[in-house]
């Protein structure tokens, strides 16, 4: 979704979610009750997402409802799974903490890496550390490095 979306496009992305989440609750033979109790929130709220009608839903019962979800899709045999519910599942396992961390009293970890290489997390951090009128500079400089260290 773009940044300078809409009123009526966020209603019809909320309307989208909503839909999706329906097919997904029904599709595990959960009622909007179980599904709320498992997630933490009020059943209304399942109801107000679900009906597309909770454009100023909080960010945190959206994503409760979804990892529920996707906690009870996790026990389908993924062979049954379309790619799009793999992926579904896949991302919802890095949006959500491993289970029982919280329990030990570590913090959840929801990316233990950004890219795959760590070099470039860390060189993304340097470049935002040199103010904007000097990173020209900055990229300048690396770039002799990196053509001194090739030679």
């Keep these: 979704m773009k940044s300078g ?16 989440m329906r097919r997904t609750r029904e599709f595990l033979g959960l009622t909007q009750r179980e599904l709320a109790e498992r997630a933490g929130v009020s059943q209304g709220a399942v109801s ?3 009906a597309g009608r909770a454009v100023n839903a909080p960010f945190v019962a959206i994503v409760r409802l979804n990892v529920a979800l996707a906690e009870k899709l996790a026990t389908v045999d993924a062979s049954m799974l379309s790619e799009e519910a793999r992926r579904y599942l896949h991302f919802m396992r890095f949006l959500a903490a491993p289970p029982g961390e919280e329990q030990r009293g570590e913090t959840p970890v929801l990316a233990r890496e950004l890219t795959t290489d760590p070099g470039t997390e860390a060189w993304m951090n340097l470049y935002r550390q040199v103010p904007p ?8 400089l690396a770039r002799a490095a990196a053509e001194a260290l090739r030679e």
Excluded at 133 to 140: D, E, N, Q, Y
């Design 5 to 20: 979306a809409t009123e009526g496009e966020w209603r019809k992305w909320m309307e989208a979610l909503g839909g999706q």
């Design 48 to 50: 107000r997402l679900e």
């Design 133 to 140: 009128r000097l990173r020209g500079s900055l990229l300048a």
